[in-house]
């Protein structure tokens, strides 16, 4: 897969990887559910936005899923492995700063991560080829 989960302690994941493993029959999306296979076998920390809840319930509502409510942020969560991360102002201050230094990067990525950054993690993993590969100390990693 190329990605190194153990020598990493702290990660953060991006909304894209759990969609791709939930909905994507192609070759990504089996490497999201391999990659989310990996991390429950792994004493890896996960620590993911809570913008992430924003984003994927967006379809859930829309599709009544609301009695799934409690499946669905236990494979967000990897069954209680994953953390969220709740934004604020420090957060909110630093997603500012990296979307005027890196002027392509949206909102909603400034944010996730803003909070992989103030947890510590050391890899961010997403399919989104658009982000910078660093910042600061944050590798960017893309799953393909």
């Known amino acids: ?31 999201a559910r ?7 076998e792994t004493v890896t920390k996960v620590f993911i936005s809570t913008i992430l809840l924003e ?3 967006v379809r859930v509502y ?11 942020l236990d494979f967000l969560t990897i069954g209680g492995l994953g953390t969220f991360v709740n934004m604020d102002q420090r957060i909110a201050l630093l ?14 990525d400034a944010i996730h991560l803003a909070s992989a950054i103030e ?4 890899i961010f993993i997403t399919t989104d080829r658009r982000l910078p590969q660093k910042i600061g100390k944050l590798t960017i990693q893309i799953l393909s």
């Open 1 to 31: 897969m190329g990605i190194d989960l153990k020598s990493s302690k702290i990660i953060s994941l991006d909304t894209n990887i759990f969609i791709r493993a939930l909905d994507d029959s192609t070759n990504l999306g089996d490497r």
């Open 34 to 40: 391999e990659l989310i296979a990996e991390i429950r």
């Open 55 to 57: 984003e994927f319930f």
């Open 62 to 72: 829309k599709e009544k899923l609301e009695k799934e409510e409690a499946d669905i």
């Open 95 to 108: 997603a500012a700063k990296i979307r005027a230094d890196y002027p392509s990067v949206k909102g909603p």
């Open 119 to 122: 947890v510590g993690a050391k």
